[in-house]
């Protein structure tokens, strides 16, 4: 994982835990779950891909 992907990634993780007020570890559960259903990506290079359904 580059530092990119890891910078974005961890700005993921703080929105999540901030707007639904939850802990870390259940944000970084909520981001694992949108990315295993395809619903999030983030590139290498910190490039954020959201699927709108």
Do not use: D
């Not at 559960?29 to 999030?40: C, D, M, N, P, Y």
Request: without cysteine; charged residues 30%; glycine residues 4%.
């Amino acid at each position: 994982m580059t530092s990119n992907e890891l910078h974005s990634r961890e700005i993921l993780i703080e929105f999540l835990m901030f707007e639904l007020k939850i802990s870390r570890k259940e944000s970084q559960s909520q981001l694992a779950e949108l990315e295993k259903f395809g619903l999030i990506e983030i590139k290498p290079n910190g490039q954020l891909y959201f699927k709108m359904v």
